[in-house]
C-alpha cells in the first residue's frame, strides 16, 4: 500500500507542485488548502505524514501541529517562508519531526520526508531503500555512497543522483530533457548538455568495472543504463 502523505498549503501552485512530485514518486497525496480544512482532513484518513505550511488562512501551522500531535504521533514536517532560528524553535516545539524553508527544491522535500519516515519506523511506516546493487557496483542513495569494486568513491550529488535515476530502469531509455527533469527539477532552465558531461564523468569513473552492465548512448535519443 503507498505511503499516504497530507498537504496543508494554501498557495494552490506550491500544493499541485508538491502533489505532481510526490505522486510520481508513489506516494498517495490528499491536498488541503487551510488549517481547519487540513484538521479535518488529517482525521478522515490519518495520513502517514504531513507536509504543513506556517502562514495559513482559518487556522495556522504551529496550531494544526500542536492539535495534531496531542491526538497522534503522525510525523509532521512544516513548510514556511521563515527562516529566523526562533520560528523553526516555534515549529520544533509545537511538535514537528521537520522543518523547510521555502523556496525548497523538490528533491530536498523527498529526501527530508524519507529521512522522517525512516526515523518514525516504529509507527508501522515503511520505507522505500533507494539501494541498487549490480556486479562490482553500489548505489546507495540513503547513505549517498557510491560503491566501485567493493571500495568507496567519491562522487558529487548529481552524478549519484543521475547514476540512480537511470539504474533503477534498467535497459530503459531516457532523453536529455526527461533526465534535466527529473534530476534537476522542474525548475531547472539550463543546457541539455549538462547532462553529457555528467554521463562523461560517470564514465570516467566506471570504465572497465563490470562486462554485465554500462552507461550507453542511444544516439538521437539519450541514455540508458544497459544490463546485460
Request: with cysteine.
Amino acid at each position: 500500500m503507498a505511503i499516504s502523505v497530507l498537504i496543508v498549503e494554501d498557495d494552490r501552485n506550491i500544493a499541485e507542485l508538491l502533489q505532481m512530485y510526490l505522486e510520481k514518486e508513489g506516494y498517495a497525496v490528499t491536498v488541503a488548502q487551510d488549517g481547519g480544512q487540513g484538521l479535518s482532513k488529517f482525521r478522515a484518513i490519518q495520513p502517514d505524514l504531513v507536509l504543513l505550511d506556517v502562514m495559513m488562512p482559518v487556522m495556522d501551522g504551529w496550531t494544526v501541529c500542536r492539535t495534531i500531535r496531542g491526538e497522534s504521533k503522525t510525523p509532521v514536517i512544516m513548510l514556511t517562508a521563515k527562516s529566523e532560528t526562533d520560528d523553526k524553535v516555534h515549529g520544533l516545539k509545537a511538535g514537528a519531526d521537520d522543518y523547510i524553508t521555502k523556496p525548497f527544491e523538490m528533491k530536498e522535500v523527498l529526501a527530508r520526508i524519507e529521512a522522517v519516515l525512516r526515523r518514525t519506523a516504529g509507527t508501522g511506516v515503511e520505507t522505500k531503500a533507494r539501494r541498487l546493487v549490480f556486479d562490482n557496483l553500489i548505489i546507495d542513495m540513503d547513505a549517498f555512497e557510491l560503491t566501485v569494486q567493493g571500495k568507496k568513491m567519491e562522487a558529487p550529488p548529481k552524478e549519484m543522483e543521475l547514476l540512480y535515476y537511470l539504474a533503477a530502469s534498467p535497459n530503459r531509455v531516457y532523453t536529455r530533457n526527461q533526465l534535466l527533469d527529473e534530476v534537476w527539477g522542474f525548475d531547472y532552465f539550463g543546457d541539455s548538455r549538462t547532462v553529457d558531461v555528467h554521463v562523461k564523468r560517470l564514465r570516467e569513473k566506471l570504465e572497465g568495472v563490470s562486462d554485465c552492465w554500462g552507461l550507453k548512448t542511444v544516439w538521437g535519443v539519450g541514455y540508458k543504463f544497459e544490463v546485460l
